[in-house]
C-alpha cells in the first residue's frame, strides 16, 4: 500500500523554523517527483505547491511565496523528504501534504497523507 505520512508541525513564532518530514510506504520515493503542498482553512480550501524535488537530477521547485526561506530535501536512504521551513510568517499557516508525481509540473499528484498543521502566530 502506498502511503505518505508527514510529521514536524506545531506552533512557531513569526521568524522561526520548522522542519517537516514526509516519509513513504509501498513504493521508492527517489522513482517519483515529490511536492509539497499547503491548504489553508477557510472557503478556499485549495491546495497550492510550495515545493518540489524531481526524481532524476533531483532539481528543485519553489512557490515564488517561500523562495528563500524553504527548502526541499530527500534522503533515499531514509525514503524520506524533508522541508526546512526559515523565516515563517503568519501566511505559512496551513495544513502541509506531500504527493508524488512522475514529474514536478505534474497533473496527477497522489498518494496523499493526512497532512500536518503548521501555525506562525505570536
Known amino acids: 500500500q502506498v502511503q505518505f505520512v508527514e510529521s514536524g508541525g506545531g506552533l512557531v513564532q513569526p521568524g522561526g523554523s520548522l522542519r517537516l518530514s514526509c516519509a513513504a510506504s509501498g513504493f521508492t520515493l527517489d522513482d517519483y517527483a515529490i511536492g509539497w503542498f499547503r491548504e489553508v482553512l477557510g472557503t478556499e480550501r485549495e491546495r497550492k505547491g510550495v515545493?518540489?524535488?524531481?526524481?532524476?537530477?533531483?532539481?528543485?521547485y519553489y512557490a515564488d511565496s517561500v523562495k528563500g526561506r524553504f527548502t526541499i530535501s530527500r534522503d533515499n536512504a531514509k525514503n524520506t523528504v524533508y522541508l526546512q521551513m526559515n523565516s515563517l510568517k503568519p501566511e505559512d499557516t496551513a495544513i502541509y501534504y506531500c504527493?508524488?508525481?512522475?514529474?514536478?509540473?505534474?497533473?496527477?499528484?497522489?498518494?496523499w497523507g493526512q497532512g500536518t498543521q503548521v501555525t506562525v502566530s505570536s
Open positions: 504527493a508524488a508525481d512522475s514529474t514536478c509540473g505534474g497533473k496527477e499528484f497522489s498518494s
Open positions: 515545493a518540489c524535488i524531481s526524481r532524476s537530477d533531483g532539481r528543485t
